[in-house]
C-alpha cells in the first residue's frame, strides 16, 4: 500500500487515475485513520462513511470505464461542522444543533463533489464557531496532533488537525477573524482566507455575516491552489459572492517577477512571542535574498482591530443566532410552558458560556442608546481600516506579519481569560475586518517544536500572490 498518510491530494488522484490504487481503498483508509487517530484527537463530530464509500465507488467506476474524473477524484476531505452536508448532523459544535441535519449541501459540497472529491467526515469546533482553542465545543476539545496537552487552535481546529494528522489531505473551516489561520499556524499546515466573497457561503451557519468566509487548508500549497479554485466564484445562492474572473491557480504558481513586502511596525509590538518573531525574521531574510525588496509600513488602526471586531462580530452574531429558539431548528426545551419560558429554556440550556457572552455583548451594543456609541462607531473604524489597507496596497504586492503572537497554548490556559484569548487574534483580525486575502504558511517551529506560521496578506481577490509567495517558501 501507498503511504497514504505522505500522499497530497493531487498524488491521491493520480494514483487512482493510473489505477494504482482504488479510490475505495483510499477512502476506506482515510475513514479508518478518522475513526483511530481522529478520535483520539476528538477530531470529528461526524463521519461519513455510507456516502464516502459510495462516492469512491462511483470514482472506481469512471476510472474503470474511461471515462474523465474530476481534479479532486478520490480525494478524501473534512467539512467542518458548521457547513451543510445533506443526511449528516450540523451540529456547529452546539447542544442546540446536536440533532439538527439539514435537508440541503453547501454549495461547497456541490462543488467539490462535481470535483470528484470525496467527504469522509465533519469536523469538531469551536460552538458557533466562536474562539481560538476548540474548547468552546459541546463534544469537548480537540487536541494538537504534535502537542496534546496543548489546543489546535480554533474554532476550525478540528479540521486543521485532521489535515495535519494526515487523516486527510485537505480540509474546510471558516473564518470570522481567524478561525481558519491560526489554527493551521498552530497546527502547522497551511490556511488561507479567501477575499470576502471569493467562497459562496451558501449553506455555511451564519455567524458574523460581513467576516464569515468558508477557507480552505492543506499539507501544501498546490493542494491549497487546486481546492480553491474547484470551489470559488459567483454563486447565484449567495448574493455576497463575486463575480470575479480566479486565474488558473493551480498553474500559474511560479513567479517570475519580484514581490514588493511591507512589514507593518504595529504587528512587531508588545505582546509577541520572541520565537514568533525569529520565524518571521528568518523568512524575511530568505525573501530578502531571494531579491525581494521589503519597505517598512504603518497600519496604525491596527491596534483597534480586536475592539472592533469584539462589536461587530457578537452583533451580528446576535442577530443571526436569533434564530435558535427551538421552534424551527434543534433542541427544544419545556414545550409545554408559554411560548417566551420554551423560548428562554431552550436557548438557556442549549447555547454555551461564550456563545451567551456573545450574544448579550452584541444585544448590548445594539440597543438603543449604546447602538451609535459602540456599533456605529466601531463600524466606522472598521471602514477606516479597511481604507487604511487599501492606500498600503498602492505600494506593496503583500504585507507580511506573524499569524498568531504565540505558538499552540495548553488546554485550559486561556478559558477563563477570555480577554487573553481575544487578544490571540489580534494579527488575523484586520484582514477580516477589512475583506481581504490572508494565509498562514507553516515556515518555523518554537525551540520545543512548536509550529509557527508566517502570514501574508494581499489586496481584494489577489489570492494568486498569496499562492505564489507561500510557493516559493515552500520550495
Ligand atoms: N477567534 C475568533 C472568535 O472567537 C475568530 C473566530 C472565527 O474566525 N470564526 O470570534
Redesign the pocket.
Known sequence: MLDYKKMSATDIREAIATRKVTAVEIVQESIRLAKTEGKELNAFVTICEDKALTQAKVVDDKVKSGAPIGSLAGVPIALKDNISYTDYLCSCGSHILDKYVPPYDATLVTRLLSADAVIIGKTNM?EF????SNENSYYGPVKNPRFPDRVPG??SGGSAASVAQGIVPLAFG??????VR?PASFCGVYGMKPSYGGISRYGLVA?ASSTDQISPIARNVADLATVFKVTCGRDPRDSTSVAFDHPDYPNRLERKEKFTIGIPREYFAEGLDPEVNAVVQKCISELKKAGHSFIDISLPMTDKGVAV?YIV?PAEASANLARFDGVKYGLRKSGDKELADMYGDTRASGFGAEVKRRIMLGTYVLSSGYYDAYYIKASKVRELMRCEFEEVFRAVDLIISPTAPTPAFRIGEKIDDPLAM?LS?AYTIPA?LAGIPAISIPYGSASDGRPIGVQFTAGGFNELALFQVAKMMEQ
Open positions: 469551536d464557531a466562536m474562539g481560538s480554533g474554532s471558516s473564518e470570522t477573524g481567524g478561525s491560526q455567524f471586531y462580530a481575544y487574534d477580516s
